[in-house]
Nanobody, 124 residues
Framework: QVQLVESGGGLVQAGGSLRLSCAAS????????MGWFRQAPGKEREFVAK????????NYVDSVKGRFTISRDNAKNTVYLQMNSLKPEDTAVYYC?????????????????WGQGTQVTVSS
């Protein structure tokens, strides 16, 4: 498995931006697809974005397309989620996840390692 540590969450006004980071250690990071998920109070954990092992393929949930960008730096063992034009409905705990495969789906069951989560709160 991979050890994952998220950072960069916080409180921001609607329309603002945040960049989440996820530092990985353990298994060879550059061989793993990575994903971001989020969970709001009382709701199921949902897929937000994913990126393939090389960064050549990305995918987003419809609600964040055009606003969020996932990227990775394999030299730094880090994956990022740039979040722009934030909305109150983006408020959630955001989790970084690692897949044991080079490509992964949007299903949480494709990922075997999870970070502790970072809180993102967007005020209206």
């Amino acid at each position: 498995q991979v050890q994952l540590v998220e950072s960069g969450g916080g409180l921001v006004q609607a329309g603002g931006s945040l960049r989440l980071s996820c530092a990985a250690s353990g298994r060879t990071f550059s061989s793993n697809a990575m994903g971001w998920f989020r969970q709001a109070p009382g709701k199921e954990r949902e897929f937000v974005a994913k990126i393939s092992w090389s960064g050549g393929s990305t995918n987003y949930v419809d609600s964040v397309k055009g606003r969020f960008t996932i990227s990775r730096d394999n030299a730094k063992n880090t994956v990022y989620l740039q979040m722009n034009s934030l909305k109150p409905e983006d408020t959630a705990v955001y989790y970084c996840a690692a897949s044991p495969n080079r490509y992964a789906s949007s299903s949480r069951y494709d990922y075997d390692s999870w970070g502790q989560g970072t809180q993102v709160t967007v005020s209206s």
